[in-house]
């Protein structure tokens, strides 16, 4: 009888840690693990893909968990951020461009990776290939180096006779010296000589005005880099300054004063990425998650600014404006 009553504690007291042990891990709130570039105040990054992952159903603090990091334009402190939250063992590392991709996946090689932006995946080590990443990243390339093309062909067409184009690059960015050495083959094509002006800190904006003007170039086409992004105004007014017709990776330089910008659709990156996440906390392998290109561009101007600057902008470039501020 005793034995019996033994045994039948022993099942109940499994039970109970069985139990106790379900209940722990169904309350457990999955972490996420976001790793900026830019300055959290300039960054719209965070609350843009926050709103994208509510319409998913997540709530922050009830069944999720946000880890921010933001480098603040340092990308030399991004390799110490991603091995912080790499040691906080968050769930999924969501990485806000290439660099932090980059120092994401060298931080490492299990927890899931997500990026969203930036350039090209492949050519920078990121995944195997598009259709099958391979090991623990995945994510939503906004092609970068591939538009380069196409806003120099879009400077050509607004610009009478242009020649020369100042082209912006940050050498400490891959992704921005990719879209650099990218820009060279179109060029050639349009007929178009590029004068490299690398910049990789805002006290060094004004003399690379100067030095396009020197050079004698008609108009600027700037680079992808987030350190650009967390400048936007200064470079946009610079531009004006100068009288120097410039196209942007972004809409935000238009909103803030500049002439022109032809990109890809950033809420779609955002919508692309959350939905990325949610497949992996729900249980998918990154390496199973094809990485997404865009599939909406958007070219955006500004006629104020042209009015500034004494340009006219050509009927046949204005009838394709997706927004235009007057």
Known sequence: ?????????????????????????????????????????????????????????????????????????????????????????????????????????????????????????????????????????????????????????????????????????????????????????????????LHSIEVSSADKFVAAFKEATKARSAALALMASPFFYSNQKQLADLAIKNRLPAIYPRGEFVAGGGLMSYGSDRAESFRRAAVFVDKILKGTKPADIPVEQPTRFELLINLKAAKQIGLTIPPNVLVRADKVIR
């Not at 992952?53 to 921010?68: D, H, T």
């Not at 660099?99 to 930036?118: D, E």
């Open 1 to 193: 009888m005793k034995k019996k009553i033994a045994v039948l504690t022993l099942c109940v007291l499994l039970f109970a840690l069985c139990v106790s042990a379900e209940a722990q891990q169904q309350s457990k709130i999955p972490k996420i693990g976001w790793l900026g570039v830019r300055p959290a105040a300039s960054d719209p990054g965070p609350e843009e893909f926050g709103r994208e992952f509510r319409a998913l159903g997540y709530v922050e603090g009830k069944n999720i968990v946000f880890e921010y990091r933001s480098a603040d334009d340092k990308l030399d402190r991004l390799p110490a951020l991603a091995d912080e939250l790499v040691r906080l063992k968050v769930d999924v590392l969501l990485a806000s461009a290439t660099p932090a991709a980059v120092a994401a996946k060298n931080a490492t090689r299990t927890i899931p990776i997500v990026f969203y932006g930036g350039f090209d995946p492949v050519a920078l080590g990121l995944v195997d290939s598009l259709a099958r990443p391979g090991g623990n990243v995945t994510g939503f390339t906004a092609i970068a180096s591939v538009l380069a093309g196409k806003r120099l062909e879009l400077l050509k067409e607004t610009v009478p006779k242009l020649s020369r184009v100042a082209v912006l690059w940050d050498p400490q960015n891959p992704g921005s010296a990719q879209q650099w050495k990218e820009s060279q083959l179109p060029a050639r094509e349009l007929g178009l000589q």
